[in-house]
């Protein structure tokens, strides 16, 4: 099967892919295109795919740049040197060939491009990381690589929805808290029970950064089984771990 790679034209003529699962290698909860080397697939497999993404990017795999993300607002500057296990949830660069790489099954994928500069940004946002500033930190960072936010264009990719993000009242209060204009993505749910819009979030923090241009896929991973993976579905079901999907940018 070929791979199934979702792309964006404000992101043109960037090369860039949200990938799905569809095409690669993994089997049983992991069937297709696992791409986490943290999860408990086969590490030649998880490999395989992402050779088989590098291979669509028109790159080699050891050229793949990734962070080892922790939900955090850290942004690494990638240059042609390879850096392994760096800490951080997002990547920026201005160097051609190196794909920025991340991982995400549920939280927001986002590529950054401003293509007249030459810089392009990839970031894992999950709630704590929107919250805590990593849209920000990135395009701040690819501001230092020479970027201008104003012609910065970014695309959230498959993300869980609103309709299937249910969270409880202390998440509502730490949002709230922390950031009182996102009380307005959340919607009431049953009983004490919310439900959060993350895209919707990730959007407005990203047009409050001052960026050119933001969209949305409009592609969930919780309701769509067939195409993403997604963490909260696999605990609902009690299964064991979860898949990877992987998203990358390049000059």
């Known amino acids: ?3 199934e790679i979702i792309t964006h034209g404000s992101l ?4 860039h892919g949200f990938f799905t699962r569809r095409g690669g290698e993994s089997t049983g909860v992991f069937a297709g295109l ?11 497999t998880v490999t395989a795919n992402r050779a088989k993404l590098a291979e669509a990017m028109d790159a080699e795999p050891g050229d793949l740049r990734t962070v080892h993300q922790t939900h955090s607002a850290d942004v690494a500057i990638m240059d042609v040197a390879p850096v392994d296990r760096t800490r951080a949830d997002a990547m920026v660069t201005a160097t051609p060939g190196p794909p920025l790489m991340i991982l995400t099954a549920d939280c927001q994928p986002i590529l950054f491009a401003d293509a007249a500069a030459g810089v ?3 970031a894992h946002a999950g709630w704590k990381g929107a919250l805590g500033g990593v849209i920000e930190a990135t395009v701040e960072a690819m501001e230092d690589l020479g970027a201008r936010r104003e012609n910065i264009n970014a695309v959230i990719g498959p993300s869980i929805s609103q309709r299937n993000y249910e969270v409880g009242p202390e998440f509502f209060e730490a949002f709230r808290d922390g950031d009182p204009e996102s009380v307005h993505h959340f919607a009431n749910g049953e009983g004490d029970r919310f439900l959060f ?11 409050r950064a001052g960026v050119g241009d933001a969209h949305w896929t409009g592609h969930c991973t919780y309701a769509d089984e067939d195409s993403f993976y997604s963490h909260r579905r696999a605990v609902h079901r009690g299964e064991a ?7 990358a940018i390049r000059l």
Do not use: C, F
């Open 1 to 3: 099967m070929n791979l």
């Open 12 to 15: 043109a003529p960037v090369r």
């Open 34 to 44: 696992n791409g986490g080397l943290g999860s408990s697939d086969r590490k030649e």
């Open 120 to 122: 392009v940004g990839a």
């Open 197 to 207: 819009d993350l895209p919707g979030y990730g959007l407005s923090r990203l047009r």
């Open 241 to 247: 771990d979860y898949g990877r999907l992987m998203s």
